[in-house]
């Protein structure tokens, strides 16, 4: 059973749970658990069963594909007060995971049942909102990440990448052959990228990990 504190950390991160109706929060509230992943656990795995709806309180998961030679193809990740939109996607289908999912750090999560998110969507208003105003959020960013895939420069791709990656200090712990792999390129030319960006402060390559030094300057490489 959830305790007090868990539920008030609940509403302080998701606030428009207090804008539901007395009956329907009621509803929420019998329903809502919480888990907790430790780093590395599996969130959720490639076609399995969607048996709640994910509300991340604090913490890190990352939603990603492999490819038939065992490449990771990261989609997006998921962070304190954000939800996870092929979890959305999977519940308003009734469709299986098309993706895995694992925890990058210690998290924290409200999990609300299947059932009780159907029975929320056609009767709450405010649930009904968020849940498709981010789905929404979520699905455009979705579709910018299919565009930067598919016409974005490497590096752009490897800039994004790092940004995506790197940790709560700015630590991506890849080698340059793993970033290499995950855009598609060759170690050689990734090193030769990451070598002058360390020149010019933006990273530092350590063995094993880079270290993103100038998110801006990163970022803008991105976006450009």
């Not at 630590?171 to 598609?184: E, R, Y």
């Amino acid at each position: 059973m959830a305790t007090q504190a868990q539920v008030d950390r609940w509403e302080a991160v998701f606030p428009f749970i207090r804008e539901m109706s007395e009956e329907d929060r009621a509803l929420a509230l019998r329903s809502v658990h919480f888990p907790t992943l430790d780093a590395d656990a599996i969130a959720y795995e490639l076609d399995g069963d969607c048996a709640n709806y994910l509300m991340c309180l604090d913490g890190r998961t990352r939603v990603f594909r492999r490819s038939e030679n065992g490449r990771e193809v990261l989609i997006y990740k998921v962070t304190s007060g954000g939800t996870c939109v092929l979890t959305t996607q999977c519940l308003l289908s009734g469709s299986n995971f098309p993706a895995e999912s694992v925890a990058e750090a210690k998290t924290e999560l409200a999990a609300i049942p299947a059932s009780v998110f159907s029975e929320l969507m056609g009767r709450s208003a405010p649930f009904r909102t968020f849940v498709l105003q981010d789905y929404s959020k979520l699905l455009s960013g979705m579709f910018s990440i299919v565009d930067e895939v598919s016409f974005a420069t490497l590096e752009q791709k490897l800039a994004r990448r790092l940004l995506v990656e790197a940790d709560d200090e700015g630590f991506v712990a890849k080698t340059h052959q793993q970033l290499a792999s995950d855009v598609n390129s060759v170690r050689e030319v990734v090193s030769r990228h990451l070598g002058e960006w360390e020149r010019a402060g933006w990273v530092a390559n350590h063995r094993g990990k880079v270290e993103i030094r100038d998110r801006k300057a990163l970022a803008s490489l991105k976006m450009a």
